[in-house]
């Protein structure tokens, strides 16, 4: 198969290449995943070491998907091949793809639950009396209800990815980033205001560290992984189209803590208000779904509130699906040169398969399992527990050890554009060449092992 000889996508600025990277981290792992994981694994304590993961782990991997996309200036499979010809790495790229496949499959669904209960919002059917958990189980075992808003979700973000890199993509995260940045802040100031909130803000940011075991730490660096979706070649897709002028470093940074600062602002939005309930904030993945409705309803002008969280819900799921779906569309439309829309179509077809036997896990197929797992939780379990950190692991193996020192500085520097410190850059080679690949090889061992 060849690459098409027309010109490719690209982002218009720089700007759009932030705010995609950012959209791309920004979602479901964020606003839904850690809030949840903070309350299960000891509030502040485990910010803490999510932090550091984030600083001395993610980010140096980060680095070396943009370096691997840009400078091939291809998809995720091709590009391991142009910068390794005629050699296994390929696969590599192929995995990346698969990987979004199987996480898209999952992942559209919970996106579906957020229309449903933006819906459900709007009609204002949320009382104080309310059996929520009757709600969300309703929701997620009627068949009907749960395909309609799983395929409503996926076509909405394939609408997205049929404008194209500039008309679809960089302009739906121009207008979304700034929707969920001005949305999120107003519900971290009300929340803050609410009566006990302060015991959510102590849970959040005093740290217990005797509550910090093994588990804990492994907790905060997969929610890394897959909170700035490292390892999946989404990162890799979008810097492809990134400029060779773009100052790397400092889009790396940027993304990270606007990701970093976004998953805080939603652990201040939901927390304090779950404190102020009086209300268990280890819940768990029931959290958004099951508690918050309940949260909301006993609130002065929680009607309001309601709509807003579960409308930023839909737009961070949305703006993380749309990178994942490009992923896939950019590997069919430059391996097989076929146009834009044929790619998405097939994308589409191929994805909603699978997504409707996960919708199906929860009502008709809740009793047909892999290994234990319905379709839902085999394949969140294989793309967030294996196929992302194995994709984390190739990726920092591949930039730290094929791709040469010389190469690497100069993609990072932009051809020696933009000054960096030596020993900053002496200091990111080493954590991409050991560092990395060690400590994710351990969350590999430990994933499979079952530790």
């Known amino acids: 198969m060849k690459t098409s000889a027309k010109a490719r996508d690209s982002f218009k600025s720089n700007l759009g290449v932030i705010l995609a990277l950012i959209g791309s981290a920004i979602g479901l792992g964020n606003l839904w995943r850690f809030p949840y994981l903070v309350g299960t694994n000891g509030g502040a304590a485990f910010i803490v070491i999510y932090l550091l993961c984030i600083v001395f782990l993610c980010m140096p991997i980060m680095v070396c998907e943009f370096v691997i996309g840009r400078r091939s200036q291809a998809?995720?499979?091709?590009?391991?091949?142009?910068?390794r010809p005629n050699s296994a790495w390929k696969h590599t790229g192929l995995l990346a793809v698969i990987t979004c496949v199987i996480l898209l499959s999952f992942y559209v669904v919970v996106g579906g639950w957020t229309i449903d209960y933006f819906v459900k919002s709007l009609r204002m059917v949320f009382t104080p009396q309310t059996d929520y958990e009757g709600v969300f189980n309703s929701m997620v075992s009627s068949s009907a209800e749960n395909i309609f808003y799983?395929?409503?979700?996926?076509?909405?973000?394939?609408?997205?990815?049929?404008?194209?890199?500039?008309?679809?993509?960089?302009?739906?995260?121009?207008?979304?980033?700034?929707a969920l940045a001005i949305l999120i802040v107003f519900i971290v100031v009300y929340s803050m205001t609410l009566p006990g909130a302060k015991a959510g803000l102590n849970f959040l940011f005093k740290p217990d560290f005797s509550k910090v075991t093994f588990r804990v730490a492994l907790n905060a660096l997969g929610q890394g992984f897959l909170s700035l979706s490292i390892g999946c070649g989404a990162i890799m897709t979008y810097a492809s189209y990134a400029s060779k002028?773009?100052?790397?470093?400092?889009?790396?940074?940027?993304?990270?803590?606007?990701?970093?600062?976004?998953?805080?602002l939603a652990g201040m939005a939901i927390l304090p208000a779950v404190f102020s309930a009086g209300m268990n904030p280890g819940e768990g993945a029931g959290l958004a779904?099951?508690?918050?409705?309940?949260?909301?309803?006993?609130?002065?002008f929680g009607k309001l509130l309601s709509i807003l969280f579960y409308f930023i819900l839909f737009a961070a799921a949305l703006s993380s699906a749309i990178s994942l779906l490009e992923t896939i569309v950019a590997f069919l439309k430059e391996e097989s040169n076929t146009e834009r829309h044929r790619?998405?179509?097939?994308?589409?077809?191929?994805?909603?398969?699978?997504?409707?036997?996960?919708?199906?896990?929860?009502?008709?197929?809740?009793?047909?399992?892999?290994?234990?797992?319905?379709?839902?939780?085999?394949?969140?379990?294989?793309?967030?527990n294996i196929c992302l950190a194995i994709g984390a692991l190739l990726i920092s193996v591949f930039a730290g050890w094929k791709i040469s020192k010389e190469d690497?500085?100069?993609?990072?520097?932009?051809?020696g554009k933009y000054k960096i410190p030596k020993w900053l850059l002496g200091t990111l080679r080493v954590f991409v060449r050991y560092?990395?690949?060690?400590?994710?090889?351990?969350?590999?061992?430990?994933?499979?092992?079952?530790?």
């Open 408 to 415: 690497f500085y100069d993609e990072i520097t932009s051809g």
């Open 150 to 178: 799983t395929v409503l979700f996926l076509a909405v973000s394939a609408a997205v990815i049929l404008g194209g890199v500039r008309k679809g993509i960089e302009r739906t995260n121009k207008y979304l980033m700034s």
């Open 289 to 300: 779904f099951i508690s918050l409705p309940y949260v909301f309803a006993g609130m002065p």
């Open 75 to 83: 998809n995720a499979f091709r590009a391991f091949e142009k910068l």
């Open 343 to 384: 790619a998405v179509l097939l994308s589409f077809a191929v994805i909603v398969v699978f997504a409707v036997l996960c919708a199906l896990s929860f009502g008709v197929l809740s009793g047909f399992k892999i290994f234990g797992l319905t379709f839902f939780d085999f394949f969140d379990y294989i793309s967030s």
């Open 435 to 451: 560092i990395a690949p060690l400590v994710v090889a351990i969350i590999i061992i430990n994933s499979l092992i079952g530790v």
């Open 245 to 264: 002028k773009d100052n790397l470093l400092k889009t790396t940074t940027v993304t990270t803590i606007s990701d970093t600062l976004f998953a805080l």
